[in-house]
């Protein structure tokens, strides 16, 4: 996957290039990344890259002219077909809010940009033009894209086939499947007077699979119950959280 960012700080992109899952992705060119600066697109001494906003009010604005050649700048420098546009991203509290099923969408792209606001924002003929999807983090507001790029962009490297060193890993993450993940639990078997669970002591798969979707459904319900909405689960999944409800009333004493 290429991805295009258009960042005045692409230094920030550092914590995610240089470390972790994403650093080795991008040391073994499973993704690349095209840093463009619209500083490098102004034409005074100053290289300036905000202005005033029509209108008055507090707050600048970045400079049309350097970001919208940025822009076009690094949209020509990804290797796509002859007259394909490359999808543009601008990460903005007023976008879509991000899930997991635009991630793994976003994943199949060959080539992305990203387009990383400062200030008040850009200009909303920026946006019109050049700008095919905005996307948000959830509802507040952060003091640029940078992060909201890296978070994205970290979300879709580990969908990128061999970013991971269990191919499954991905498959079995929160929300893979519209669900919250299962309680997990390591060494030591006994921690402060706390037992792992005797299923997963079993060796039984069977049964481990079972406790293990159970305890999915469970921790929706709890957690997030407005996601139970958006899914319809089958027959053995109803039983198993009809028994996590039962079980959870129980031991709250209901």
């Given at each position: 996957?290429?991805?295009?960012?258009?960042?005045?700080?692409?230094?920030?992109?550092?914590?995610l290039?240089?470390?972790?899952?994403?650093?080795?992705?991008v040391?073994?060119?499973?993704?690349?990344?095209?840093?463009?600066?619209?500083?490098?697109?102004?034409?005074d001494?100053?290289?300036?890259?905000?202005?005033?906003?029509?209108?008055?009010g507090?707050?600048?604005?970045?400079?049309?002219?350097?970001?919208?050649?940025?822009?076009?700048s690094?949209?020509?420098?990804?290797?796509?077909?002859?007259?394909q546009?490359?999808h543009?991203?601008?990460?903005?509290?007023?976008?879509?809010?991000?899930?997991?099923?635009?991630?793994?969408?976003?994943?199949?792209?060959?080539?992305?940009?990203?387009?990383?606001?400062?200030?008040?924002?850009?200009?909303?003929?920026?946006?019109?033009?050049e700008?095919?999807?905005e996307?948000?983090?959830?509802?507040?507001?952060?003091?640029?894209?940078?992060?909201?790029?890296?978070?994205?962009?970290?979300?879709?490297?580990?969908?990128?086939?061999?970013?991971?060193?269990?191919?499954?890993?991905?498959?079995?993450?929160?929300?893979?499947e519209?669900?919250?993940?299962?309680?997990?639990?390591?060494?030591?078997?006994?921690?402060?007077?706390?037992?792992?669970?005797?299923?997963?002591?079993?060796?039984?798969?069977?049964a481990?699979?079972?406790?293990?979707?159970k305890?999915?459904?469970?921790?929706?319900?709890?957690?997030?119950?407005?996601l139970?909405?958006?899914?319809?689960?089958?027959?053995?999944?109803?039983?198993?959280?009809?028994?996590?409800?039962?079980?959870?009333?129980?031991?709250?004493?209901?």
């Open positions: 996957m290429q991805v295009g960012i258009v960042s005045l700080l692409p230094e920030m992109f550092a914590a290039s240089d470390y972790g899952i994403s650093g080795r992705a040391t073994q060119s499973l993704v690349d990344l095209h840093f463009v600066n619209p500083r490098d697109f102004t034409e001494r100053h290289r300036t890259v905000d202005d005033k906003p029509y209108g008055g507090p707050g600048m604005l970045m400079k049309t002219e350097p970001l919208v050649a940025a822009i076009r690094v949209r020509q420098s990804l290797s796509t077909e002859p007259g546009r490359v543009s991203i601008y990460l903005s509290p007023q976008g879509r809010p991000l899930t997991q099923e635009r991630v793994s969408e976003l994943a199949q792209e060959a080539a992305l940009v990203l387009v990383c606001g400062r200030y008040q924002g850009i200009d909303a003929r920026v946006i019109e033009s700008i095919d999807e996307v948000s983090l959830g509802d507040f507001v952060i003091s640029g894209g940078e992060m909201a790029a890296m978070v994205l962009l970290d979300a879709l490297i580990r969908l990128q086939p061999g970013a991971l060193g269990d191919e499954d890993s991905a498959l079995q993450d929160s929300f893979s519209g669900l919250l993940h299962w309680p997990e639990y390591t060494r030591p078997a006994n921690y402060g007077g706390q037992a792992v669970p005797d299923v997963l002591l079993s060796g039984d798969h069977q481990i699979r079972r406790w293990r979707e305890q999915s459904l469970g921790a929706t319900w709890l957690k997030r119950p407005d139970l909405n958006e899914i319809e689960l089958n027959a053995e999944q109803e039983k198993l959280l009809a028994e996590f409800k039962q079980e959870y009333q129980t031991l709250k004493g209901e």
